[in-house]
């Protein structure tokens, strides 16, 4: 089945099965109601990987509110926030985690938190669209899963997850004959960009102390031709060549060369593997998000056009338009009540 065919029928399915619940787990959500809103421009900033899906929400959303004009102006990831505390957009799109410098500055400036808002779940293999990490290891490596304490005493030195002893070698993994003595060589992003600072938060418990001995670190290359060579992509070609390694990609770049492993978030819960079923329902460990900010003073309603915009967005009709899009995945019923939630 073509992954777009089987993201609609995935998104009906997660949909539908919550529909069938008694009144008292779960109704289903309305469709989206245009509600009145005087002629306005609803202005939106951020991460320009996310311009395609953000103009088919404006799109859809102005068909249906033609007195609503939209100004698109996504030109990164940190253009977004200094745009919303300087009051030049309603809106702030994000496909990377906040970072302190987001967080601080519009504090520091509005003295309050701005408002976030998931609005759907990072792509399965697309680069720069938010994609699941995964890691990866030689396909003569008979290793097939990890924890995620595991995976934090083999990357980092403080252990956070509680793992009683750094994991250095394939045989601290419990891998027998000549693999035993063989140190894990580490392949991943600079630590530094925005998969890593994901990955360190996530599965290291935002610990930055990296087992720096064995790690080599790869960032993103702009050739003479203007294309780049990404990071994820050179981690797995330095995988390829050593079997004793042990790398930090996205389903994209991978080969018959390398296996993808499962992840659980701790010993004795399931192992899991990355597919569209288990990023849209989040049992696997490394899915990322997209989302929004807004800004709404503590003790003030959101601005009306702005709720209703969102309202739109996490509505069947808009989780519709992300999925038809075909660069991300949609939220579950459950998650988008969530978030509808944060919109009285």
Known sequence: MRLAHRITALLALCWSAHAACSAEVAQPLEPYHPA????????????????????????????RHPEIDFKVELRGNGTG?????LGRADLAFF???????????????????PLRIELGTGSLDAP???????????????LARLTLAQVDAIF???????????LRTWGDLGLAGEWADQPIHLYADDTQSMAALFFQRV????????NWEHFTEFRDIRQPDGTTTEAAAQSLAALR??????????????SEEVKALALAEK???????????????????????????????????????????LRFILSPEGQQVLELDGQYLPLTMDAARQELGKLP
């Not at 496909?95 to 938190?113: E, S």
């Not at 720069?128 to 490596?141: I, Q, T, W, Y």
């Not at 597919?275 to 849209?280: A, G, M």
């Open 81 to 85: 926030m200094p745009a919303l505390y």
């Open 267 to 309: 010993a004795g819960m399931t192992y899991v593997a990355p597919t569209p079923e288990t990023l849209i329902d989040r049992s696997y460990p490394l899915t990322r998000t997209i989302f929004a900010c807004a800004n709404q003073p503590p003790g003030r309603p959101l601005d009306p056009k702005v709720r209703d915009f």
């Open 241 to 254: 060549a050593d079997r004793y390694g042990l790398a930090i990609s996205n389903l994209h770049y991978r």
């Open 95 to 113: 496909g990377r985690d906040l970072i302190v410098t987001d967080r601080d500055a519009f504090n520091h400036v509005m003295k309050y938190d």
């Open 203 to 210: 599965a290291l418990g935002d610990s930055r102390m990296m």
């Open 36 to 63: 009145p809103n005087p002629t306005q421009t609803l202005r939106l900033a951020g991460n320009r990987n996310m311009d395609r899906l953000v103009r088919a929400w404006a799109a859809a959303y102005h068909a």
């Open 156 to 166: 980092s030195a403080r252990r956070r997850r509680g793992a009683p002893a750094a």
């Open 128 to 142: 720069g669209k938010s994609p699941a990490l995964v890691l990866f290891v030689h396909r003569d490596n008979p």
